[in-house]
């Protein structure tokens, strides 16, 4: 018996993504009059199949690309700090669409923060607040609280919209090394390390999201 592949699996039982729907293996994702990014359904499906089994992504945010998997996926987790290097107590962030995909990783005193992301500012900002203890301490490392983003990129917020979860979200890039802002150079560096690319431009940004603890309001990157 032939074992299809798993994009080929899914496509089979997806016709309604088949309609109007162009599969360019060259990568087809582009941007759209500069500001709209076209985002295939099928690539976003597939995406978040991966990420709920366990596997690591890398995709374009507000300025570089990220690695990325599941906020509960312990070994997934693991697996993007040794492709990082990067010692796990400095903790990890996590992106998402809406408010609701990050409540189950808060506190209590965190719960009663939420409203910071109601705010607007003229950059990006991750926000501190305290964390469940519940939370494994590979994602949040030593600290009591853990870095959060509700992101406007349309490539992170169709992948948690798809996946209906916020997304473990770092550069990638190893420990002192330059971050990588194209696709390309995430495959060549790390193509068979991360399980699938989500292929697109990132959102334009020259530097990284502001960082502000929502609890003392202290800003800790500008």
Not at 90 to 100: E, N, R, Y
Request: net charge positive.
């Amino acid at each position: 018996m032939t074992v299809l592949p798993i994009w080929k699996r899914l496509w089979q039982k997806m016709p309604h993504y088949k309609k109007n729907l162009r599969v360019n293996q060259s990568f087809s994702d582009h941007w759209i009059g500069q500001t709209l990014a076209y985002i295939n359904p099928f690539k976003m499906h597939v995406a978040a199949q991966i990420i709920h089994q366990g596997g690591v992504i890398a995709y374009p945010t507000e300025a570089v690309y990220g690695l990325g998997c599941h906020p509960s996926a312990i070994k997934a987790i693991q697996r993007i700090l040794d492709i990082k290097r990067r010692p796990w107590q400095k903790g990890l962030i996590l992106v998402a669409s809406k408010v609701d995909q990050i409540t189950p990783y808060l506190s209590d005193e965190g719960l009663k923060l939420i409203d910071c992301f109601n705010e607007t500012h003229k950059r990006p900002v991750t926000w501190l607040l305290p964390v469940s203890p519940e939370v494994s301490p590979l994602l949040r490392g030593n600290h009591s609280k853990i870095a959060i983003r509700l992101s406007q990129n349309p490539y992170v917020k169709a992948l948690c919209d798809a996946a209906n979860s916020a997304l473990v979200s770092t550069s990638a890039n190893r420990a002192g090394q330059p971050e990588m802002t194209t696709a390309e150079e995430v495959r060549c560096q790390m193509a068979g390390e991360v399980d699938m690319i989500i292929v697109g431009p990132t959102g334009g940004h020259t530097r990284p999201s502001s960082i502000i603890d929502a609890q003392t309001r202290e800003v800790l990157r500008a």
